[in-house]
């Protein structure tokens, strides 16, 4: 899980990358600079958590904790529904797949808890 964890991130922050230059070169003169700036969110909040994501890779390394596991599938699943909704709107201009993206947020957020968790709790035996 750890591996994967470490993986993912990097494969998400990759596209973040060349999702990012998608954006600004060839959707800049073909959406609306709202669209344009929803589909900059979802990259930059993929990125973000492409880094978390790694981050949670290597603290489980050195101590595995359920709180880690539910922190790294709380950031896919964030950047599923928060970025992904993001990309889908901007790029189809269906406005309800905005009532996604606040899923994608909560997510986020309790991704952020559990690896707060992770590091605030103490170990097993100490």
Do not use: C, K
């Amino acid at each position: 899980m750890r591996r994967w964890f470490i993986g993912s991130g990097a494969v998400a922050g990759f596209l973040a990358v060349a999702l990012g230059a998608f954006g600004a070169h060839a959707l800049r003169a073909r959406l609306a600079p709202e669209a344009l700036a929803s589909f900059e969110t979802g990259v930059r909040y993929q990125m973000y958590h492409a880094l978390a994501l790694i981050a949670v890779g290597l603290l489980a390394e050195r101590n595995p904790r359920q709180a880690l596991r539910l922190s790294g599938w709380s950031f896919v699943a964030g950047m599923l529904l928060f970025s992904g909704s993001l990309y889908a709107l901007a790029l189809s201009g269906v406005r309800s797949l905005g009532a996604i993206t606040p899923f994608g947020g909560v997510a986020f957020l309790v991704g952020w808890l559990a690896l707060l968790r992770a590091v605030v709790e103490r170990p097993r035996g100490a």
